[in-house]
């Protein structure tokens, strides 16, 4: 546009230059007149702006041209009759205007004048204007800028001196809603509040492990995915009372103790046997319950076994097999091939119950004990997108023993689909890997406790149980000492009588009889002690349908009998054999009235009930007993460590319990105290989780990994 706008300005200077040319130039053209013609052209090319002058004849033969002559300008090119008549030329030396006027010379001669003009004046004032713009537009946006930076800093001065004084003033920042004329600040104090609330939690579940502080790892590390919780024995049973209607109780198990407020803090389904009496009359069309009955959180989904599933499964394969296998107590372990087929069957039943239940291609299933072995697999054949947790609450034998099994394989290869394996320690770990290593062919990484079968990788790693901290069942209990009172008056004990307690299953991995024995040799070698002590045993029922439990609650039963007979009065008995069900309130108020209580099982995986004692014991008193063959004893080591074996080393252990000092008992419960406390069960199950997630993070990799590859093999196919 700026050329067009300078070509007419030439146009009419070159007009006004041929008008003046146009009486002298027709006489010059005789070629007699050449230097006269030089002269002329050169004085009126003295005009900066006229670069040359052409004088030509129409064929294109040159007359005479001026010697700033562009060489893309000739008489030959100008004269064409195609070329206009005036026209714009670009040369190296920058922009040309040319224009051509016919005139006629002196002796009747046709010719032809071309004026070039030089326009190179229009670049150069295009690109002095263009660069004061580009100056002024800099200038201006860094004066816009500059201002624009201080009104900044004036509003962000003014915001931090509001945010300091807020969060002097009030350190959780809830006024955030106060000043509606800032929404940027608001933002700014809800997102302090939440790092805040954040940093909490994490401090929470770093040294003291709460259900909040579990309930954000499985929001923040896992997405909050659907939790499905897989066990043989459910969390609350229903069963008939003595009017008939349903009755809730809470079973004698130290999985539903370590299990239940997990998911009672993450919510979720618990697929669990229905086999109380009155299970079936609390359920809806899809067999499904809220619990707890008092306060619902999570949902209870029962499985119904008929008698020959419950023989096989439970009973048969599950406790005459696996049980005793496991357990180092010397009770020969039984395997049938119709146990083994119902083993299976009930196994996948479950599995299909976790499909129907489950709301997500990717939930989180924790499936417990040795009961669902088989389970991992088969939850992953038909969930792939699952995260898949088995914890095996009993011991692990060594390769040898294991190797009894007749389908040991079947076994370990369902339990290695799962991807996390926790045991209670790392010795059951070490075992586990050494009967993988013999049994089955895959790579283990002992470096990383990971085993790979088919390329599907299992984390297997210690994860000690515990319980929850505190126990909800303390809520309402009295004082330690009215708790005391209230037992002595309830079993018609006297106020000198020093109690002692165990609370078990009846299982002959318990040591009961052994404990009994042990009670009898303090008596006998310590007459002193007759009249003074007294043992309360709870001893629950359970798997009351097999032989070697039905021998077992006969031998304690006659065992308790024989000693009270031997050195018990009219009104004093050593040993109180409670030989039913108690509730955790009752346990609890045990707990708390007791002098010391005594866990000396032959075998344990864990044992609870040592943990359980000690949370309850808030006036820090009371010596713990334990056996150093149950899991607790290498967390609890300020307990009485004992050898259950040996009768006289744990009657020494009691003679010990009750002639402690007070403040060696309350230091010794203060470390316990703090101990189950950092090790809680929120503690126990974040810690899988948190696993679980670096799984899962993996897993959602390596898809949009192998994703991207085929998108790329389809792209180039």
């Not at 263009?130 to 800028?145: N, P, Q």
């Not at 108020?589 to 609870?608: I, K």
Request: charged fraction near 25%; proline fraction near 5%; aromatic fraction near 8%.
């Amino acid at each position: 546009m700026l050329t067009e706008w300078f070509r007419t300005d030439v146009e009419m200077r070159a007009k006004v230059v041929m008008n003046t040319m146009g009486e002298t130039l027709p006489t010059l053209l005789d070629r007699s007149e050449l230097p006269r013609l030089r002269r002329f052209l050169a004085k009126v090319t003295e005009d900066e702006r006229l670069l040359a002058v052409l004088a030509c004849r129409p064929d294109g033969q040159t007359l005479y041209q001026t010697d700033r002559t562009p060489s893309q300008v000739s008489c030959a090119s100008g004269t064409a009759s195609s070329e206009p008549a005036s026209r714009v030329l670009r040369t190296p030396q920058g922009a040309v205007h040319v224009a051509r006027y016919d005139l006629q010379a002196a002796d009747g001669q046709p010719a032809v004048v071309l004026l070039v003009h030089d326009m190179s004046f229009v670049d150069r004032r295009y690109t002095k204007a263009r660069d004061y713009l580009i100056a002024f537009g800099v200038m201006s946006a860094v004066v816009l800028a500059l201002l624009s930076v201080f009104a900044a800093w004036l509003l962000l001065r003014r915001w931090g001196t509001l945010l300091v004084r807020d969060i002097r003033g009030r350190r959780f920042l809830d006024d955030a809603e106060g000043h509606s004329s800032a929404p940027i600040l608001s933002q700014v104090r809800q997102v302090l509040r939440e790092i805040e609330n954040d940093q909490r939690l994490e401090i929470d579940y770093r040294e003291n492990w709460t259900p909040n502080a579990l309930a954000h790892v499985v929001r923040q590390s896992l997405d909050s995915p659907q939790m499905i919780v897989v066990s043989n024995r459910e969390p609350y049973i229903h069963n008939r009372g003595p009017d008939g209607k349903p009755v809730v109780q809470v079973p004698a198990s130290g999985m539903v103790t370590a299990l239940e407020p997990i998911i009672r803090a993450c919510s979720g389904v618990w697929v669990a046997h229905g086999s109380g009496s009155a299970d079936r009359e609390v359920v809806d069309l899809h067999d499904r319950v809220s619990v707890p009955p008092s306060d619902p959180a999570y949902t209870l989904r029962r499985v119904w076994l008929n008698e020959e599933e419950e023989n096989g499964f439970y009973f048969g394969f599950s406790n005459e097999g696996l049980w005793p296998l496991c357990h180092l107590a010397y009770v020969r372990p039984s395997f049938r091939e119709t146990d083994w087929r119902q083993y299976q069957a009930v196994n996948r039943k479950f599995a299909d119950v976790v499909l129907k239940e489950a709301r997500t291609d990717h939930p989180v299933v924790f499936v417990q004990d040795y009961h669902f072995a088989l389970l991992p697999a088969m939850v992953r054949q038909r969930i792939p997108g699952a995260t898949v947790v088995l914890f095996w609450h009993i011991p692990w034998p060594n390769a040898e023993t294991f190797g009894v099994c007749p389908w040991k394989e079947e076994l370990l290869t369902g339990m290695l689909r799962a991807d996390i394996l926790g045991f209670h320690t790392r010795y059951h770990c070490q075992n586990f890997l050494e009967t993988v290593d013999r049994y089955v062919e895959c790579h283990i990484d002992r470096e990383h406790m990971t085993v790979t079968v088919q390329g599907h990788v299992c984390r297997v790693a210690p994860y000690p149980i515990s319980i929850e901290w505190p126990p909800r069942w303390l809520e309402g209990l009295p004082p330690a000492e009215d708790c005391a009172r209230a037992v002595r008056q309830r079993f018609g004990l006297a106020d000198d009588v020093r109690i002692g307690v165990g609370v078990e299953r009846w299982d002959f991995t318990k040591g009961i009889v052994e404990r009994f024995l042990a009670v009898e040799q303090l008596l006998e070698q310590d007459p002193s002690w007759r009249g003074r002590i007294t043992l309360l045993q709870v001893a629950a029922p359970t798997r009351s349908k097999l032989p070697a439990y039905r021998l077992l609650k006969q031998e304690t039963e006659e065992t308790a009998a024989r000693i009270n007979q031997t050195y018990g009065t009219e009104t004093w008995k050593p040993i109180v054999l409670i030989g039913e069900h108690q509730e955790p309130t009752q346990v609890f108020e045990l707990y708390r009235a007791a002098d010391f209580c005594l866990v000396n099982s032959l075998h344990d995986g864990m044992n609870l009930v040592a943990k359980e004692f000690v949370a309850a014991r808030d006036d820090h008193d009371g010596v713990l007993i334990l056996s150093t063959f149950a899991g607790a004893s290498r967390e609890l080591i300020e307990a009485l460590l004992v050898n259950p074996y040996d009768i006289s080393e744990t009657a020494s252990a009691i003679r010990q319990a009750l002639r402690m000092d007070r403040d060696e008992r309350r230091e010794r419960m203060r470390l316990m105290r703090r101990t189950v406390k950092e090790n809680n069960v929120y503690r126990w199950a974040g810690r899988m989780l948190m696993d679980a997630a670096r799984v899962r993070q993996r897993q959602q990799l390596r898809m949009r990994t192998e994703a991207k590859a085929k998108s790329r093999r389809d792209m180039a196919a």
